[in-house]
Each structure stands twice: as structure tokens, then as C-alpha cells.
């Protein structure tokens, strides 16, 4: 069973701060890595995705990937009140014949004001 | 990035009765298309995986004859939940990708809200 795990939060953090979100995976063989926001009752939508080892950064996000420990992470600088959401991480993984996005079951961010 | 448009947004149906949802690709041609159920407080659980002009393919778990799903064309995928019950309520979320290999990105539907009274 290829699975994606995230702590279901909540998460708690104040106005300003840094949220930090984490997920590992299952699939070794996994190449593609994406953070999804998700507002109550709303679907996802795309923040980030990163293909490569290291850091990517994108306005106030940072995903981080580590192949090696199955593990990326987001970061969230100067979080937010709008930033309250729940954060899915997916994760393309290969099923013969073809790719599927499999989702952890997100954390639930709070940025306190 | 894609424009995917999801119908109906809400839906309230009688137990027993078939409800019909549908996913539009508007700006590109979807040759996959993938369908989600999302219950509260849950992650989105992949349903089924739908090929333009050949049957879709459910996960275990998934009735496909409760949850048929028709792909007709290559803008156009349809999920009909079939004889609907209480426990069938949820989110149901589909969405599209262009294919690039492994460096594929999603494109989600604004989702249905499915009420089964």
C-alpha cells in the first residue's frame, strides 16, 4: 500500500511566525512532490511543487525534499491569518500504466492574530 | 494553469436515487481525469482513474457499479452515483493532469457537495 502521512494538526502558530508542515512517503520511486491549500468545503489548490532534492523557494513558501529520508516539508515565513487551511501533501506515484497523485490527509494550519 | 469546471457545485437527492456529476476540462484535452471522494476532516481518497474512449479504473474498495463513471470525450468525464444512501454524502472532487511523466500537475474541479437525504 503506497501511503503519504502528515500529522493532522492542528497546528498552531502565531501571526508572524514560521509554520513548518511535513509529510513522508512510502514509494521510493516517487519523482514528483506538490503542496496543495485546501479552505473548508473548497477544493485544492496548487502552492508548490518540487521535483529535485534541496530547497525551492516561492514568495513567503519553501518546500524542502529529501529523496533519500522519503521526506519534503513546506515552510510558511510570516505566517498569516488568511493562511489558516488545511495543507495536503501529494505525491506522484507510478502504478503500472499509469501515474496517480496520492494525498496525505493534510494538516490543519492556525495562524493566530 | 487548466481550467477544470465541476457540475453541480451542491446536490441534495432522496435516498435511492442516481445523481449525475460532471467534470469539464476547458482549456485542454484531458485524456485522464481522476475522480475523489472527500468526507469531513479526511484527506481526498482516489476513486477511480478515467481514460478517454476505455473504462475507468476504480480503486479497491470502490463499487463501480454504485459509482459509474463515462468518459466519453476528451473534455468531458461524468460520475453518476447510482441508487445514492445516506453514507454516500461527501465531497466528490475530480481533476485533471497533463501528463508529463512523473512531473504531472493536477488540476482540481471546484467539487460537488453530495447531500443523501
Known amino acids: 500500500q503506497k501511503e503519504v502521512e502528515q500529522n493532522s494538526g492542528p497546528l498552531s502558530v502565531p501571526e508572524g511566525a514560521i509554520a513548518s508542515l511535513n509529510c513522508t512517503y512510502s514509494?521510493?520511486?516517487?519523482?514528483?512532490f506538490f503542496w496543495y491549500r485546501q479552505y473548508s468545503g473548497k477544493s485544492p489548490e496548487l502552492i508548490m511543487f518540487?521535483?529535485?532534492?534541496g530547497d525551492k523557494e516561492d514568495g513567503r513558501f519553501t518546500a524542502q525534499l529529501n529523496k533519500a529520508s522519503q521526506y519534503v516539508s513546506l515552510l510558511i515565513r510570516d505566517s498569516q491569518p488568511s493562511d489558516s487551511a488545511t495543507y495536503l501533501c501529494?505525491?506522484?506515484?507510478?502504478?503500472?500504466?499509469?501515474?496517480?497523485?496520492?494525498f496525505g490527509t493534510g494538516t490543519r494550519l492556525k495562524v493566530l492574530a | 494553469g487548466a481550467v477544470v469546471s465541476q457540475h453541480p457545485s451542491r446536490v441534495i437527492c432522496k435516498s435511492g436515487t442516481s445523481v449525475k456529476i460532471e467534470c469539464r476540462s476547458l482549456?485542454?484535452?484531458?485524456?485522464?481525469m481522476f475522480w475523489y471522494r472527500q468526507f469531513p476532516k479526511q484527506s481526498l481518497m482516489l476513486m477511480a482513474t478515467?481514460?478517454?474512449?476505455?473504462?475507468?479504473?476504480?480503486e479497491q474498495g470502490v463499487e463501480k457499479d454504485k459509482f459509474l463513471i463515462n468518459h466519453a470525450s476528451l473534455t468531458l468525464s461524468t460520475l453518476t452515483v447510482t441508487s445514492a444512501h445516506p453514507e454516500d454524502s461527501s465531497f466528490y472532487i475530480c481533476?485533471?493532469?497533463?501528463?508529463?511523466?512523473?512531473?504531472?500537475?493536477?488540476?482540481f474541479g471546484q467539487g460537488t457537495r453530495l447531500t443523501v437525504v
Open positions: 478515467s481514460n478517454e474512449g476505455s473504462k475507468a479504473t476504480y
Open positions: 518540487i521535483y529535485s532534492n
Open positions: 501529494a505525491v506522484n506515484m507510478f502504478d503500472p500504466g499509469t501515474y496517480k497523485y496520492i
Open positions: 481533476s485533471t493532469a497533463q501528463i508529463q511523466g512523473a512531473r504531472t500537475e493536477a488540476f
Open positions: 514509494d521510493r520511486g516517487s519523482q514528483s
Open positions: 482549456d485542454f484535452q484531458a485524456t485522464t
